[in-house]
């Protein structure tokens, strides 16, 4: 099984080296990533430093939802905002608090691949069951496939954990080809991808052309959990399981056990908050939302600004229109 997997990693012309495939392979096998991540929100003080306490609490409250694991360093972490030294210590303190048969995915995507690879190294070191890497999009206009496909086969090579490849042209207005994440999927470390850019078809078709190979598909968003379990997806990443976890977790088992009626009632419900959360009114809007769920919501980092007032009331109402608040 594994020559035949290595057989096909060498067809292309960026050959993968042996030594590195053979020891990754084994760990990538056995990760399952059936399931509900929240990319977890990260409080900060007054002061914008990270406050380890309140995050915590969070993940005590997250503890008891029966989430498959969490997302550190995702796009709702502000990991933009930053240092690698921070990004450490936030997947050591959550590995340290969520229970042993959960996954912790570290977020370790940096604009170059050399960052990438010490960042994926050093939060593998930290407890991270597998890393999900964002594609680069500073030099946009250079990254085509080829850059991107060279780029994730060379994380992939030298990362000690299974790497989840990351579209979200959202933020990086760059959307991940298809055929190029049909191409890595090959790759014995490259485990999955996490697919926010909305396309439903473009999940099917990429579930539909990896199905002979170790590679799962999460949904980016709670909008279309049903829609992407429908085509093949594992399960989802989405910004709204960090306030309703849940429900959301409620819909990916209302999924799994084939209660379509039921999933298309509750998805349906779901899309509004989760618009609220994502693009209407961002990670403001998100922390806020958090707080009135009984989270640690926090501040913002700068330049992000926090929620004002009008925009509050906004999210309120959107919240309240099918029961999720009184």
């Keep these: 099984m594994l020559a035949a997997k290595l057989s096909k990693c060498f067809r292309s012309s960026l050959v993968y080296p042996v030594r590195e495939t053979v020891r990754a392979l084994s760990s990538a096998s056995t990760v399952d990533l059936g399931g509900i991540f929240p990319p977890i929100t990260i409080p900060f003080n007054r002061e914008e430093e990270i406050d380890m306490t309140s995050l915590e609490k969070n993940v005590k409250k997250w503890n008891e939802i029966p989430f498959k694991g969490l997302v550190v360093l995702g796009s709702n972490s502000e990991y933009t905002l930053m240092t690698a030294d921070e990004k450490v210590s936030l997947v050591k303190k959550a590995r340290s608090l969520v229970p042993a048969d ?40 250079a990254m085509t496939s080829e850059a991107l496909a060279r780029h994730y086969i060379k994380v992939a090579d030298s990362s000690p954990v299974p790497i989840i490849l990351y579209s979200v042209p ?7 080809a298809a055929s190029t994440i049909i191409s890595l999927a090959r790759h014995p470390n490259i485990i999955g991808l996490k697919e926010s850019s909305t396309n439903v078809a473009k999940i099917g078709q990429i579930v539909h052309e990896t199905r002979n190979e170790n590679f799962q598909v999460l949904a980016g968003s709670a909008s279309y959990i049903l829609q992407s379990h429908v085509v093949g997806s594992v399960g989802a990443v989405c910004a709204l399981a960090n306030v309703m976890g849940e429900e959301v977790c409620r819909l990916h088992q209302l999924c799994q056990s084939g209660d379509i009626a039921a999933a298309s009632e509750l998805q349906k419900k779901l899309i509004t908050p989760n618009a609220a959360v994502t693009s ?13 769920f009984g989270y640690v919501g926090g501040i913002p980092r700068s330049p992000l600004i926090p929620l004002s007032e009008e925009k509050q009331q906004l999210l309120l109402e959107d919240f309240k229109q099918d029961g999720f608040l009184e």
């Excluded at 690879?117 to 594609?135: F, H, P, Q, Y």
């Excluded at 209407?280 to 009135?292: D, N, S, T, V, Y």
């Design 170 to 176: 959202a933020f990086t207005t760059i959307d991940l």
């Design 280 to 292: 209407r009114f961002g990670i403001p809007g998100l922390k806020f939302a958090m707080e009135q």
């Design 102 to 141: 959960r996954l912790v995915i570290g977020g370790s995507g940096c604009e170059s691949t050399r960052h990438t690879i010490e960042l994926s190294r050093a939060l593998a070191d930290a407890g991270a069951d597998a890393l999900l890497v964002v594609t680069p999009c500073y030099y946009k206009n």
